[in-house]
């Protein structure tokens, strides 16, 4: 089975610092991976993407994160943090590496930024 | 931008009642998804729509749950007989497809219905 494990529930910066927010997967196969942002009452958006290409990968707002497979690992950084980056952060799996579309999500990792 | 939308924002019924969430994909996207996120636990799958049929669902979505496309644009979840376990945060989501191994269609997700059970 697949499932991913969100290491912190609350991550706190300041403006200007960088950001590092940390998940960890476990999959039976090489999996597909993602970060997913939610601001408060707005839908949960694709921050970037991981589907066995390039290992680091770019996504919206200045975010990357790297799949580090002998790590299973699949944080995701950020140089300088914004205010407008204050939201929750959800790292998510694909359960089946075909057709099947279930996303597996972490618990989530709420991101404060303080000026 | 297209997105997709839900109603309402909030909902509270009664335990034992029914309630119908409603979502409106957006217009292209073939495939349907809802999810639902107690309070402080994580996003779950409960199930995927393609073609007028279910395509994939979870061990969460029994019985007590339906799914519909009643008309070109909207997609609803029925609870029948609603529990208190059922208050949580639902999400509606639609993607072009499904995607294949090594590909991935995004899954976009509508900005949630809180449904309370009272």
């Known amino acids: 089975a697949q499932s991913v494990t969100q290491l912190d529930s609350h991550v706190s910066v300041s403006e200007g610092t960088p950001v590092l927010l940390r998940c960890n997967y476990s999959?039976?196969?090489?999996?597909?991976l993602f970060w997913y942002v939610q601001h408060p009452n707005k839908g949960l958006q694709l921050l970037l993407k991981?589907?066995?290409?390039?290992?680091l990968v770019k996504g919206i707002n200045g975010f990357e994160a790297e799949f580090k497979k002998s790590e299973t690992s699949f944080h995701l950084t950020k140089p300088s943090a914004h205010m407008s980056d204050a939201a929750e952060y959800f790292c998510?799996?694909?359960?089946?590496?075909?057709?099947?579309?279930?996303?597996?999500f972490g618990k989530g990792t709420t991101l404060s930024v303080s000026s | 931008e297209p997105e997709v939308t839900q109603t309402p924002s909030h909902q509270v019924t009664q335990m034992g009642q029914e309630v119908i969430l409603r979502c409106v994909p957006i217009?292209?996207?073939?495939?349907f998804y809802w999810y639902r996120q107690i309070l402080g636990q994580k996003v779950e799958f409960l199930v995927s729509?393609?073609?007028?049929?279910?395509?994939?669902k979870s061990e969460i979505f029994d019985d007590q749950f339906s799914v519909e496309r009643p008309d070109g644009s909207n997609f609803t979840l029925k609870i029948r007989s609603t529990k208190l376990e059922d208050s949580a945060m639902y999400f509606c989501a639609s993607s072009e497809t499904s995607g294949g191994p090594l590909s991935y269609n995004e899954q976009f997700f509508g900005p949630g219905t809180r449904l309370t059970v009272l």
């Open positions: 999959s039976s196969y090489s999996p597909s």
């Open positions: 998510v799996v694909r359960a089946l590496n075909q057709a099947g579309t279930a996303l597996i």
């Open positions: 729509f393609y073609n007028n049929e279910i395509s994939e």
């Open positions: 217009s292209n996207h073939l495939y």
């Open positions: 991981y589907t066995s290409a390039a290992t």
